[in-house]
């Protein structure tokens, strides 16, 4: 059989395995995004890279697994650029410092916390700020996703959605700090360890406001439903490609993220564009945490030692930790300074790119870094949303 209908096997199965998971997670209370994943988990031990090469040939599963990349790529489009419709300045108005201060703060404090105890541990300088560089990203998607399910609303999620969504940036930022610095002490810094993070936080914010002034012009002359959704999923396509153009290296989130912003804050026509995208995007996501799920690799699990049991710990305190001290420190909601940080633990795509980026920086421990990195993304994958759901019901922002 042709390897694009096999692809379609696949996608279809997971939707309906997707779809079981949401109804039997359902029955012990927990997120629909648990169960995707957990799904995925299954299907990917059940049904693994090695079991397709056998089945359709190791030309055809390769095949097959770049394809579903490209799936994890597109729906990381669509979240960041469902996040940026929470940017309305109007509304960031109202929110004020503290959303920055506290992304600000909790990168910091990740990368302090597991930069500190992993150089208690090992005494080596250049794997503690590696393992803290990684230590700062958070994905936003679990978050939000949990967020809009419950319709949370307060203070805390009101607060959180932007802080995850800045996230992105402060974790470039502290990455390119870390790697400078751990650069240093090989004897081969270089100006350009610090200034690619900036180059490409900035070249994709440029890179969506621009994506965004053509979107507003087109929905504004474009009226039709159909015609608003299928410009929406261009310009998506298109931030997502061009984004990922070596030569470009820009960030997807940041980039999508922007053009989401310029659209909120410069089109009067965008309510529409956003209530329609939030009826087509659930399957999107479902495939993102399938896919997620099936490329977890379990087996690493008991592989990870004192370096991964250091770092998973104590970036959930770092991260915690430094969210209650934004919250002090730009005077925030009480419930702010104690809870936000529990939402900010889940962990995926952006922290094992930077393992993965890391690798030749401390060529040494490349693989165990990588192994610790999607040792923590299963883990935080797992337990993330659910205590993000138990925090949202514990203060009231998820009503029954």
Same mark, same amino acid.
């Not at 939402?343 to 922290?351: E, K, N």
């Given at each position: 059989m042709d390897t694009k209908y096999i692809l379609l096997i696949y996608l279809t199965v997971g939707l309906f395995l997707c779809l079981i998971a949401g109804k039997i997670v359902k029955q012990f209370k927990l997120p629909n995004v648990t169960g995707y994943i957990l799904m995925g988990l299954i299907a990917g031990i059940v049904l693994g890279t090695h079991?397709?090469?056998? !089945?359709?040939?190791?030309?055809v599963a390769q095949?097959? +697994?770049?394809k579903f990349d490209v799936i994890k790529d597109l729906a990381t489009g669509f979240i960041a650029f469902s996040i940026g419709s929470e940017f309305e300045f109007r509304y960031i108005k109202k929110l004020g410092k503290a959303p920055i201060v506290i992304a600000c703060l909790e990168s910091a404090g990740a990368v302090v916390f597991v930069a500190g105890m992993m150089f208690l541990v090992t005494r080596d300088i250049q794997l503690s700020l590696v393992m803290g560089a990684i230590a700062a990203a958070t994905d936003p998607a679990a978050t939000i996703l949990v967020a809009r399910q419950y319709k949370a609303n307060g203070p805390v999620t009101q607060t959180l959605i932007p802080v995850v969504a800045i996230d992105d940036a402060t974790a470039l930022m502290m990455y390119g700090i870390c790697v400078a610095l751990a650069r240093a002490f090989t004897?081969?810094?270089s100006m350009m360890t610090l200034f690619d993070p900036i180059r490409e936080i900035f070249g994709s914010l440029i890179f969506g406001i621009f994506l965004g002034i053509i979107f507003s012009v087109l929905i504004k002359y474009y009226t039709g439903r159909g015609n608003r959704l299928a410009i929406t999923i261009a310009m998506i396509s298109l931030c997502v490609s061009i984004s990922h153009i070596e030569a470009l290296s820009f960030s997807p989130l940041l980039a999508c993220m922007a053009m989401s912003i310029t659209i909120v804050n410069v089109s009067h026509f965008w309510e529409p564009v956003f209530e329609q995208l939030d009826r087509m995007t659930p399957p999107v996501f479902m495939l993102?945490?399938?896919? @997620?799920?099936?490329?977890?690799? +379990?087996?690493?699990?008991? @592989? !990870?030692?004192?370096i991964g049991l250091v770092y998973i710990v104590f970036r959930v305190v770092g991260k915690i930790t430094g969210a209650f001290l934004g919250g002090k420190v730009s005077n925030a909601h009480p419930n702010v300074q104690k809870y936000l940080?529990?939402?900010?633990?889940?962990?995926?795509?952006?922290?094992i790119g930077l393992a993965m980026m890391c690798g030749s920086v401390v060529p040494a421990y490349?693989?165990? !870094? @990588?192994? +610790?990195?999607?040792?923590g993304t299963i883990i935080y994958e797992l337990i993330g949303p659910v205590m993000t759901k138990v925090t949202l019901k514990k203060i009231g922002e998820i009503k029954e």
């Open positions: 079991q397709m090469e056998s !089945i359709f040939g190791a030309d095949e097959m +697994v770049s004897g081969h810094f993102f945490f399938f896919v @997620t799920g099936a490329g977890m690799d +379990v087996s690493i699990l008991p @592989t !990870i030692g004192t940080g529990i939402g900010l633990i889940p962990q995926a795509g952006v922290a490349a693989k165990q !870094i @990588t192994a +610790v990195v999607v040792c």
